[in-house]
């Protein structure tokens, strides 16, 4: 089992970057895939984006391709999520998740979700 703790959410302005962290406890963390999540007012969960446990594969949604990079390091037990040339449809909730069995891009079969933090990016 493993327990997750996003942070880095705020503010920011359109053009802006921030750089979300996701911290995990116990010691299984280099075990799962894990993925980014977001949910904005509204609107239903949306993958983001996804790493294989040992960071050799990612994969995006689209919309943000070339924009946003996600990285994880094993040995400090955290996923990252750099967001660069922010906009303001950027702005939801952001979820960290861990799958047991491989990248994903469905929701449905990730295990372990984090509380979120919030992302908001003014115009």
């Known amino acids: 089992q493993v327990q997750l703790v996003e942070s880095g959410g705020g503010l920011v302005q359109a053009g802006g970057s921030l750089r979300l962290s996701c911290a995990a406890s116990?010691?299984?963390?280099?075990?799962?895939?894990m993925g980014w999540f977001r949910q904005a007012p509204g609107k239903e969960r949306e993958f983001v984006a996804a790493?294989?446990?040992?960071?050799?594969?990612?994969y995006y949604v689209d919309s943000v391709k070339g924009r946003f990079t996600i990285s994880r390091d094993n040995a400090k037990n955290t996923l990252y999520l750099q967001m660069n040339s922010l906009k303001p449809e950027d702005t939801a909730v952001y979820y960290c998740?861990?799958?047991?069995?491989?990248?994903?891009?469905?929701?449905?079969?990730?295990?372990?979700w984090g509380q979120g933090t919030q992302v908001t990016v003014s115009s």
């Open positions: 998740a861990a799958d047991t069995n491989g990248l994903t891009v469905r929701a449905d079969e990730y295990d372990y």
């Open positions: 790493i294989t446990w040992n960071g050799g594969t990612t």
């Open positions: 116990g010691r299984t963390f280099s075990r799962y895939a």
